[in-house]
């Protein structure tokens, strides 16, 4: 049981690139979510989904797209990469009402 | 608006101290509490987590309590570990998988 998985683990990218973050859990929970964590700030809720084929905005959608195929998998796109972007991003994976699993995260740089 | 704040913004101790953190909350409706600990460059790990009707709860040395009159809650670590030194964050769960995080209290425990 790997619980919530991300890759890759560190990334810099040019400004204007585009990359996808990978996601995946094998616990077989409905909810995923993708959140950006900055310097003196609490998480932020990007995007979530509440189960394959759902997914909507959070706090700070804009940028980043995301989908949801299957139950394991919730992939974050960063459509054109900006400075701002430059955060660390932490998968979380719950079934419903319960406790949350979070990934060991992506540290994105964007230069 | 929905808020979690968290006190203090750090802490330094000594190992084997007591030591206790704060966080305070205007989410509305209140669905539960939980307290994380996040490692540096890991995710955070859920410590406790606990519904209106609770009001203590314990994991090892580490002991949660909140008020829900008040709207506070409070992390007391017990008999401080070298290995305790993270970052603690309060999550607060509103209105169905909705949840507000703290900015966390970053200790630092010294031998």
């Known amino acids: 049981n790997a619980g919530v998985t991300q890759t890759p683990k560190f990334q810099v990218l040019k400004t204007g690139q585009s990359m996808t973050l990978q996601c995946a859990q094998d616990m077989n929970h409905e909810y995923m979510s993708w959140y950006r964590q900055d310097p003196g700030m609490g998480l932020r809720l990007i995007h979530y989904s509440v189960g394959a084929g759902i997914t909507d905005q959070g706090e700070v959608p804009n940028g980043y797209n995301v989908s949801r195929s299957t139950t394991e998998d919730f992939p974050l796109r960063l459509l054109s990469a900006a400075p701002s972007q430059t955060s660390v991003y932490f998968c979380a994976s719950s079934s419903r009402g319960y406790e949350q699993y979070f990934g060991p995260g992506t540290r994105l740089t964007v230069t | 608006k929905n808020q979690v704040e968290q006190s203090p913004q750090s802490l330094i101790i000594l190992e084997g101290k007591n030591c206790t953190l704060q966080?305070?909350?205007?989410?509305?409706?209140?669905?539960?509490l939980r307290w994380y600990k996040q490692d540096t460059g890991r995710g955070p790990v859920s410590l406790t987590i606990?519904?209106?009707?609770?009001n203590t709860k314990s994991n090892g040395r580490y002991t949660a309590t909140l008020d829900a009159d008040t709207k506070q809650s409070s992390l007391h670590i017990t008999a401080s570990q070298l290995s305790d030194s993270a970052s603690y964050i309060c999550?607060?769960?509103?209105?169905?998988?909705?949840?507000?995080f703290g900015s966390g209290t970053k200790l630092n425990v010294k031998p």
């Open positions: 966080c305070n909350y205007t989410v509305s409706p209140f669905s539960n």
């Open positions: 999550v607060v769960s509103g209105s169905f998988n909705k949840f507000y």
């Open positions: 606990m519904t209106f009707s609770e």
